[in-house]
């Protein structure tokens, strides 16, 4: 069965497939909107969203008072570099998590 203009578009524009392509089966797609197959019992409550949430703005309060001291542009120089290994190490890994948090918690929100 072809899928409708409508659907073929929500799997084309969804988030994951902008980004790099369709890393999954169309299938797939339309089982986790419909939650079917293995999406159907798929835990969420909203204690997990407020968790969620208070993770986040605690991951924006940290980039921010991060950015002052550390902004973005910093990792790309040579001083950089000069700092500790350990220091670089956790301060991107910082970074990283904050992002994550932060595209986690904007996805679940939209639901």
């Known amino acids: 069965m072809l899928p409708s203009f409508y659907e073929y578009l929500t799997y084309i524009f969804f988030f994951p497939c902008c980004v790099c392509g369709p890393s999954f089966d169309y299938k797939d797609f339309i089982d986790f909107i419909e939650e079917k197959g293995n999406y159907e019992n ?29 902004p973005l542009e910093k990792i790309f120089l040579k001083s950089f570099l000069e700092i500790s290994l350990f220091f670089r190490c956790n301060l991107l890994q910082s970074l990283s998590l904050i992002s994550k948090k932060m595209s986690i918690f904007s996805s679940v929100a939209r639901e």
């Open 42 to 70: 798929v835990p969420f409550s909203i204690k997990e969203l407020a968790i969620n949430f208070l993770q986040v703005i605690y991951c924006v309060v940290m980039y921010f008072g991060l950015g002052k001291y550390y």
